[in-house]
């Protein structure tokens, strides 16, 4: 790297240089996706940029790629000026903020029994259309409000912007709304970057960004520069106002989006006309709640007051107007400091890395551990040690690293590598060939039999409350329990020095443990944690083995002929049984008094015949495929969407659409405890529901 000018005047020279430079070749990268330098040499410029403004802070100006957080210059389209200026809205984060709003509206207004009217705030970009005689004519960005970019050829591009209105219409006006890209097609869409990056990687190219979320995936989407790559991105638009108008139109906003509706504008049909505040409340709250369950992205609710004669009455406060306001949902993303990834090592041995992150509040909780799934997903985002990133949390959904802020990269961060040995017990770690998987082959890594214990205990398997996490880890510790077959052989003495209030809790545990003895084997089977088994994997082995003791017996080639138990899980079984210690434990849970039976169900027809399910949402218990084999397995039907030939709808964590569907048809739902009970029972199971 070149030496930091010695005089202001060299340094503003070389900086004002070294800008063009590195913005030209962000270009290259961002949008043509035609670097012509290679990674070292941009990291130069930006190191030498920055090193320049750190001797010279007076020379860093607002727009230095330096500054910039997150998106890539912008290509260049005509300014258009706005004829009414597009304004955004206040803010409310809470209902006494919201009720104060209200207040200050009814003062001006001199009554408070006005209608008001409800929408989803829609996370996309505001744009305004302008149409002559029924046809669109132009269409630009919101931009600062005053001024946009013209971007009509590209909005021409999305299906739901109509090129020619029906029935009646003013002879011009304007109306707004904002463009979207449904979360689908989003996820597709940076799922293609990431498969193209793994590609790059092989030729030694960048990596392309990412994109953090859908918004920023539809402006990048409206701002090309070729049409028909904005042709080629899912996106929307949702009609939310009328602009300017000549001609009359109605004085309800309500009324004006369903003359909007007529006209062939896509106006939200989630849409609502309250009476007033106390109705519109209990639709907030329902939006905080539900918002996952659309197809698209919100951060609030807009409230608007009805009337739009009101709306001149009450006019704005500096951009804000006085009729309308957004409440707003807490983000659901923020940027942190990655500080380290780690490793996990889980009850199969196989090694998750996580994200240890600077704690930052998201979606309402305090964040500082992230999953990452495996090494590839590391290597498709391009995630390094040291970035600063975007942390995602949805619903109830463990947070994520969606991607990190290329812009604000130092030089300093590390790639990340999997660690060669496990990092528990230092047992050289293996590559399962076609999973990816990285594991530590070691059985009696202490990592892999405290988590075994643990997931013993869970609710899936032998459910045995009292043996959490905590506990395996005590437990563990202790030297009481190195094995799950150790837990028969607990005694309350033993367990009493561990707490404070020694008995009672020993006492309980212990009776948990014995109660366990009684669960049916395919939980059993469940909870040994053999690789690749999982819930409806073991139902099938119950089917098959009838008993507990019978798992000592059972051959890789006679499992494959098992419906629904394929080569690797058959081999996976079988070699977990040929292990010595794992033939042990099994015989040691029998003499324990673990050995139940399993009944084979009677033949003919199976118990879901004619009934068609679909499964949304992510099960406990089992995968997607294996409650779909489980449904087809019993003479049922799977289908794929819900309609109305759907009997049952399984909603797991993070349903999505399906359910929206499953709601607005009536299709009856159930949770994983009732599917559970359909597939052991059939129909019957439910009829007391
Ligand atoms: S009304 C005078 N309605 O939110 C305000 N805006 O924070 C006109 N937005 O720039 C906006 N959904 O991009 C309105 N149903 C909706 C909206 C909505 C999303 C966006 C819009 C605006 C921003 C203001």
Same mark, same amino acid.
């Given at each position: 790297m070149r030496e930091v000018p010695k005089t202001q005047y060299e340094a503003r020279l070389r900086s004002e240089e070294l800008r063009s430079l590195i913005n030209y070749h962000n270009r290259l990268y961002y949008e043509l996706n035609q670097p012509e330098i290679s990674d070292e040499v941009y990291d130069d410029l930006m190191n030498e940029l920055r090193a320049i403004e750190a001797a010279y802070p007076e020379l860093i100006t607002p727009d230095s790629p330096t500054q910039r957080v997150g998106g890539a210059p912008l290509p260049t389209f005509e300014v258009v000026e706005h004829r009414l200026p597009l304004l955004s809205l206040s803010n409310c984060f809470s209902e006494e903020e919201l009720r104060a709003w209200h207040r200050r509206a009814a003062e001006r207004l001199g009554s408070d029994a006005f209608a008001l009217v409800t929408e989803p705030k829609i996370d996309g970009l505001a744009i305004a259309l302008v149409y002559e005689r029924g046809r669109f004519v132009q269409g630009a960005t919101r931009g600062d409000g005053y001024h946009g970019e013209n971007v009509t050829e590209n909005l !021409? /591009? %999305?299906? /739901? %912007? =109509?090129?020619q209105l029906r029935g009646s219409y003013p002879e011009r006006f304007e109306v707004r709304g904002e463009v979207y890209m449904p979360r689908a097609g989003f996820e597709a869409l940076n799922e293609a970057i990431g498969e193209e990056n793994l590609r790059r990687e092989k030729e030694g190219k960048r990596p392309l960004p990412l994109y953090a979320n859908p918004r920023n995936a539809a402006a990048g989407a409206v701002r090309q520069k070729d049409p028909s790559v904005t042709a080629s991105r899912p996106l929307a638009m949702f009609t939310y106002q009328l602009g300017w108008c000549e001609g009359s139109h109605p004085e309800s906003h309500y009324e004006i989006l369903g003359w909007l509706r007529e006209m062939g504008f896509n106006v939200n049909p989630e849409a609502r006309l309250h009476a007033g505040l106390d109705d519109v409340l209990p639709r907030v709250a329902w939006w905080g709640q539900e918002r996952e369950r659309l197809e698209y992205d919100i951060d609030g609710v807009v409230i608007k007051i *009805? *009337? /739009?004669r009101a709306w001149d009455r009450l006019g704005a406060v500096g951009r804000e107007p006085r009729w309308a306001t957004a409440y707003k949902f807490p983000p659901q993303q923020r940027t942190t400091k990655l500080l380290d990834i780690q490793v996990n090592v889980g009850r199969t041995g196989v090694l998750t890395p996580f994200a240890v992150l600077e704690p930052v509040v998201v979606g309402g909780a305090r964040v500082s551990l992230a999953t990452l799934h495996n090494e590839g997903d590391i290597r498709r985002k391009d995630i390094r040690i040291g970035d600063t990133v975007i942390v995602q949390r949805a619903g109830e959904v463990i947070p994520q690293?969606? #991607? =990190?802020?290329?812009?604000? !990269? /130092? #030089?300093e961060e590390r790639e990340f590598t999997m660690p060669? !040995?496990?990092?528990?017990? #230092?047992t050289p770690v293996s590559r399962d060939p076609d999973q990816a998987a990285v594991y530590c082959p070691n059985a009696s890594c202490p990592a892999q039999q405290i988590r075994l214990i643990e997931h013993f205990g869970s609710r899936a398997a032998m459910d045995i409350e009292g043996l959490g996490e905590k506990m395996a880890i005590q437990l563990y510790q202790q030297g009481l329990v190195r094995n799950v077959a150790d837990l028969y052989d607990l005694t309350v003495e033993q367990l !009493? =020095?561990?707490?404070?209030?020694g008995t009672k809790t020993a006492e309980a545990l212990v009776r948990n443990i014995q109660a366990s003895k009684g669960r049916p084997l395919p939980n059993v089977l469940f909870a040994l944690g053999i690789r690749h088994v999982g819930f409806e994997t073991a139902r099938l082995l119950a089917e098959h083995i009838g008993s507990l003791a019978g798992l000592l017996d059972v051959k890789a080639d006679e499992l494959q002929q098992v419906e629904g138990i394929g080569p690797v899980v058959a081999a996976s079984i079988e070699s977990w049984v040929q292990r010595p210690e794992n033939r042990a434990i099994v015989e040691r849970l029998v003499a324990a008094g673990v050995n139940p039976t399993f009944e084979k169900p009677a033949g003919g027809a199976g118990p879901l015949e004619g009934l068609t399910i679909v499964v949304t949402g992510r099960l406990e218990r089992m995968s997607r495929g294996e409650a779909e084999d489980a449904i087809r397995a019993r003479g049922g039907k799977v289908g794929s969407s819900v309609t109305t030939a759907t009997d049952f709808l399984v909603v797991g964590a993070d349903a999505g659409s399906k359910l929206a569907k499953a709601e607005k048809l009536g299709t009856r739902q159930l949770t994983e405890e009732e599917f559970l009970a359909l597939l052991e029972r059939g129909p019957a199971a439910l009829s007391d529901a």
């Amino acid at each position: 790297m070149r030496e930091v000018p010695k005089t202001q005047y060299e340094a503003r020279l070389r900086s004002e240089e070294l800008r063009s430079l590195i913005n030209y070749h962000n270009r290259l990268y961002y949008e043509l996706n035609q670097p012509e330098i290679s990674d070292e040499v941009y990291d130069d410029l930006m190191n030498e940029l920055r090193a320049i403004e750190a001797a010279y802070p007076e020379l860093i100006t607002p727009d230095s790629p330096t500054q910039r957080v997150g998106g890539a210059p912008l290509p260049t389209f005509e300014v258009v000026e706005h004829r009414l200026p597009l304004l955004s809205l206040s803010n409310c984060f809470s209902e006494e903020e919201l009720r104060a709003w209200h207040r200050r509206a009814a003062e001006r207004l001199g009554s408070d029994a006005f209608a008001l009217v409800t929408e989803p705030k829609i996370d996309g970009l505001a744009i305004a259309l302008v149409y002559e005689r029924g046809r669109f004519v132009q269409g630009a960005t919101r931009g600062d409000g005053y001024h946009g970019e013209n971007v009509t050829e590209n909005l !021409r /591009t %999305i299906p /739901t %912007i =109509p090129k020619q209105l029906r029935g009646s219409y003013p002879e011009r006006f304007e109306v707004r709304g904002e463009v979207y890209m449904p979360r689908a097609g989003f996820e597709a869409l940076n799922e293609a970057i990431g498969e193209e990056n793994l590609r790059r990687e092989k030729e030694g190219k960048r990596p392309l960004p990412l994109y953090a979320n859908p918004r920023n995936a539809a402006a990048g989407a409206v701002r090309q520069k070729d049409p028909s790559v904005t042709a080629s991105r899912p996106l929307a638009m949702f009609t939310y106002q009328l602009g300017w108008c000549e001609g009359s139109h109605p004085e309800s906003h309500y009324e004006i989006l369903g003359w909007l509706r007529e006209m062939g504008f896509n106006v939200n049909p989630e849409a609502r006309l309250h009476a007033g505040l106390d109705d519109v409340l209990p639709r907030v709250a329902w939006w905080g709640q539900e918002r996952e369950r659309l197809e698209y992205d919100i951060d609030g609710v807009v409230i608007k007051i *009805d *009337d /739009t004669r009101a709306w001149d009455r009450l006019g704005a406060v500096g951009r804000e107007p006085r009729w309308a306001t957004a409440y707003k949902f807490p983000p659901q993303q923020r940027t942190t400091k990655l500080l380290d990834i780690q490793v996990n090592v889980g009850r199969t041995g196989v090694l998750t890395p996580f994200a240890v992150l600077e704690p930052v509040v998201v979606g309402g909780a305090r964040v500082s551990l992230a999953t990452l799934h495996n090494e590839g997903d590391i290597r498709r985002k391009d995630i390094r040690i040291g970035d600063t990133v975007i942390v995602q949390r949805a619903g109830e959904v463990i947070p994520q690293v969606v #991607g =990190p802020v290329v812009q604000l !990269r /130092t #030089g300093e961060e590390r790639e990340f590598t999997m660690p060669e !040995r496990c990092p528990v017990c #230092g047992t050289p770690v293996s590559r399962d060939p076609d999973q990816a998987a990285v594991y530590c082959p070691n059985a009696s890594c202490p990592a892999q039999q405290i988590r075994l214990i643990e997931h013993f205990g869970s609710r899936a398997a032998m459910d045995i409350e009292g043996l959490g996490e905590k506990m395996a880890i005590q437990l563990y510790q202790q030297g009481l329990v190195r094995n799950v077959a150790d837990l028969y052989d607990l005694t309350v003495e033993q367990l !009493r =020095p561990l707490w404070k209030s020694g008995t009672k809790t020993a006492e309980a545990l212990v009776r948990n443990i014995q109660a366990s003895k009684g669960r049916p084997l395919p939980n059993v089977l469940f909870a040994l944690g053999i690789r690749h088994v999982g819930f409806e994997t073991a139902r099938l082995l119950a089917e098959h083995i009838g008993s507990l003791a019978g798992l000592l017996d059972v051959k890789a080639d006679e499992l494959q002929q098992v419906e629904g138990i394929g080569p690797v899980v058959a081999a996976s079984i079988e070699s977990w049984v040929q292990r010595p210690e794992n033939r042990a434990i099994v015989e040691r849970l029998v003499a324990a008094g673990v050995n139940p039976t399993f009944e084979k169900p009677a033949g003919g027809a199976g118990p879901l015949e004619g009934l068609t399910i679909v499964v949304t949402g992510r099960l406990e218990r089992m995968s997607r495929g294996e409650a779909e084999d489980a449904i087809r397995a019993r003479g049922g039907k799977v289908g794929s969407s819900v309609t109305t030939a759907t009997d049952f709808l399984v909603v797991g964590a993070d349903a999505g659409s399906k359910l929206a569907k499953a709601e607005k048809l009536g299709t009856r739902q159930l949770t994983e405890e009732e599917f559970l009970a359909l597939l052991e029972r059939g129909p019957a199971a439910l009829s007391d529901a």
